[in-house]
């Protein structure tokens, strides 16, 4: 079956730090993938995603690169701020059988950023 | 405007009672899913509905129930509330993932914190 796995949490950055969160999956066929970001006391929402290998996502000043032959899309940023504090999921969308298609989460990374 | 909405925000209430968990979308999505998120974060998917149709069902207890009355709504109704009942549920609505539209967002309410005493 399909499935994401990312490095578990908690992070604790210091603000202006660079931040890295490793994302590696397992899908049937070519799926696509996406970060998903949710504030405390909020629902998730779409950071940035890609659809093919190559592609680099990116938004915020975060980025991601798909990469087929490591199948990682592991989030990048150059410089954090506290408000960047948030939980990240990554996840992907891939053939799940039965003529189906569905979005598999991974178990989402805390990270605390510090001034 | 709203994309999904949830009511209530917050629900304390004691085991054993039946509750429900209203969402509504105004995004003309085709598809709308209950998941379930616990004290570490940990997303699980619940249900999936696409065009009234429940397509998922991940190995949720019967007493869970979600009714949708039209595209745009998907309610959750739970019966006899266990202590291990008590979490964030979210609401979220998307266009189905289809092999022509495998990158579709999905869209998530603000969540429903229940509590069960």
């Known amino acids: 079956g399909n499935s994401v796995t990312q490095m578990e949490g908690p992070v604790t950055l210091s603000e202006e730090a660079f931040l890295t969160i490793n994302c590696t999956y397992t899908a049937t066929g070519y799926p696509s993938l996406f970060w998903y970001v949710q504030y405390p006391g909020e629902g998730l929402q779409l950071l940035l995603k890609?659809?093919?290998?190559?592609d680099k996502g990116s938004n915020k000043g975060f980025e991601a690169t798909y990469r087929k032959e490591t199948t990682s899309f592991h989030l990048e940023k150059g410089s954090v701020q506290v408000s960047d504090s948030a939980v990240y999921f990554c996840?992907?969308?891939?053939?799940?059988?039965?003529?189906?298609?569905?979005?598999?989460f991974g178990k989402g990374t805390k990270l605390s950023v510090i001034p | 405007d709203t994309a999904v909405s949830q009511t209530p925000k917050y629900l304390v209430t004691q085991m054993g009672n039946d509750k429900s968990i209203k969402c509504e979308q105004n995004l003309g999505h085709d598809t709308m899913y209950w998941y379930k998120q616990d004290s570490k974060k940990f997303l699980k998917i619940m249900f999936s509905?696409?065009?009234?149709?429940?397509?998922i069902n991940e190995t949720v207890p019967n007493r869970f129930s979600p009714k949708s009355p039209d595209k745009a709504h998907l309610n959750l109704h739970i019966n006899s509330l266990e202590l291990g009942d008590s979490a964030v549920y979210f609401c979220a609505s998307s266009q189905p993932f289809t092999s022509m539209r495998v990158n579709s967002t999905q869209y998530f309410g603000p969540g429903t914190r229940l509590t069960v005493l």
């Open positions: 509905y696409n065009n009234k149709e429940l397509i």
């Open positions: 890609a659809t093919k290998a190559d």
């Open positions: 996840a992907l969308t891939a053939y799940s059988g039965a003529g189906s298609y569905q979005l598999t």
